[in-house]
């Protein structure tokens, strides 16, 4: 199946750092999506990307389709305690069917006082 | 709306017993999926289903069966649980593009 490479992996941070991490694969994907998981919950949606270039921000979060698109990022601005969670990259594979999104493995953001 | 709902939030289980967890969801969206999440592994996709009465299988659906009898209820089945289906499990749903999740299943096979 489709791989999408998610890096970093984890991310230890002093609060009011910004954050950037970032996905990519092999194949073109039509749609990027990121979302937040905190623990004990399921994904949220943060952002959603429909078109190479598009730069899309939500608050303090900015997230942007690849030209390519083979890849997205995502900043965050001045991170906060609450931003502390795992965000995934998703994407839906150009012609991909009806069989949902691929999903990254997650970037683990940790906030140090 | 509630969105996506499931149910039980955790559970113990045997190995041998079997268990469904259950999905529903209130946003008459076509497209359900069951996925679970192992530590570090991101989402694997068990089951997903593109409307009432159908199913289908997707990346890691053994050990699991699953059933769409109406556009709301989406439930997983396990049969006969083995310890490497401990995880949690999330169900979403999705109308177009992005996809709602449900707030997890906590499953431990012991």
């Known amino acids: 199946g489709q791989q999408l490479n998610q890096s970093p992996q984890s991310m230890f941070i002093q609060e009011g750092e910004d954050v950037s991490m970032n996905c990519t694969s092999s194949s073109i994907f039509n749609t990027w999506l990121w979302y937040k998981q905190e623990p004990g919950e399921g994904p949220v949606l943060l952002i959603a990307l429909y078109k190479a270039g598009e730069l899309t921000s939500n608050g303090r979060l900015t997230a942007q389709f690849g030209i390519t698109r083979k890849d997205s990022f995502l900043n965050i601005s001045a991170s906060i305690p609450s931003d502390v969670g795992i965000y995934f990259c998703?994407?839906?594979?150009w012609g991909g069917g009806a069989d949902g999104l691929t999903f990254g493995k997650g970037t683990h953001l940790i906030i140090q006082p | 709306n509630a969105g996506v709902t499931q149910t039980p939030k955790f559970r113990i289980l045997k190995i041998g017993q079997s268990m469904t967890l259950q999905c529903t969801q209130d946003?008459?969206?076509?497209?359900m999926y069951w996925y679970r999440q192992d530590p570090g592994m991101g989402l694997k996709l068990i089951y997903y289903?593109?409307?009432?009465?159908?199913?289908d299988k997707g990346e890691v659906p053994n050990g699991y069966n699953v059933s769409r009898s109406t556009t709301e209820d989406f439930p997983l089945r396990l049969e006969l649980a083995a310890p490497s289906q401990t995880s949690v499990y999330f169900c979403?749903?999705?109308?177009?593009?992005?996809?709602?999740f449900g707030q997890g299943t906590r499953l431990t096979v012991v």
């Open positions: 998703a994407g839906q594979p």
């Open positions: 979403a749903s999705r109308l177009d593009t992005e996809a709602f």
């Open positions: 946003m008459n969206h076509n497209y």
């Open positions: 289903s593109v409307g009432a009465g159908i199913t």
